[in-house]
């Protein structure tokens, strides 16, 4: 079955870094989606995006992040300049199609971002 | 206010046993669906059952069924003849269908543990 994979599993940053996580959704999905979980806390949505734009972004997802689709396959995450507070597990997922309240997200295993 | 509530941060239950686990939910959105969510301690999200509003019927998948109370706005996951492979967190998500809203909200999640 076709899933969502995502590299590194886990990433050690010092804090002020750069980092980019890395996502290869699902080959014939549209939609695509990046979450986070603080440990022990709820996932929360950080942005979508469809068609090599941002669609929907929350609160979280500030001037400090940004999204990107390089190529046809990849969908990455840059944190700039990270923060002890952007220590968490980052989910990446996908949908087949976006605009439709039946669709399933499938989500990634998850990066494990800690920032020292 | 809270989009999903799931009222039982930890739930135990005996190995083959039935288990229910809670979920309700805000919305004025006539258009929505509901999802469970299962992350075992490795972190992964998995995909367990969907809801659909203007669904008539129960959704069932193998073990997991969904009691759909729509007037009640919940939407409780029952895992039956429960198996030691399902002690977990399970996240309670949901989607809405205005305006498009492309991110699933998610609940705090509850713990379950199956005890041999």
């Known amino acids: 079955e076709p899933e969502v994979t995502q590299t590194p599993s886990h990433q050690v940053t010092q804090m002020g870094q750069e980092v980019i996580l890395r996502c290869v959704p699902i080959s014939n999905h549209l939609y695509f989606y990046w979450y986070r979980q603080i440990l022990g806390q709820k996932v929360e949505f950080l942005v979508s995006?469809?068609?090599?734009?941002?669609?929907?972004k929350s609160e979280i997802f500030d001037d400090q992040f940004s999204v990107e689709r390089p190529d046809g396959s990849n969908f990455t995450l840059k944190i700039r300049s990270t923060k002890l507070e952007d220590s968490a597990m980052y989910f990446c997922a996908s949908s087949e199609g976006g605009k439709g309240w039946n669709q399933p997200q499938h989500f990634g295993d998850g990066t494990r971002l800690s920032i020292l | 206010a809270q989009k999903i509530t799931q009222t039982q941060p930890g739930m135990f239950v005996q190995e083959k046993e039935a288990v229910t686990l809670d979920c309700t939910y805000d919305t004025s959105d006539p258009s929505y669906g509901l999802f469970w969510y299962k992350q075992p301690s490795s972190g992964e999200m998995i995909f367990l059952i969907y809801?659909?509003?203007?669904?008539?019927q129960n959704a069932t998948e193998g073990r997991y069924s969904l009691n759909f109370q729509k007037a009640r706005k919940s939407a409780n996951l029952v895992i039956s003849a429960s198996q030691l492979g399902d002690s977990a967190m399970y996240f309670c998500?949901?989607?809405?269908?205005?305006?498009?809203?492309?991110?699933?909200?998610f609940g705090p999640g509850t713990r379950l543990s199956v005890l041999p």
């Open positions: 809801q659909g509003s203007y669904d008539q």
């Open positions: 998500a949901m989607r809405e269908g205005f305006p498009y809203g492309q991110n699933f909200v």
């Open positions: 995006f469809y068609n090599n734009e941002i669609s929907e």
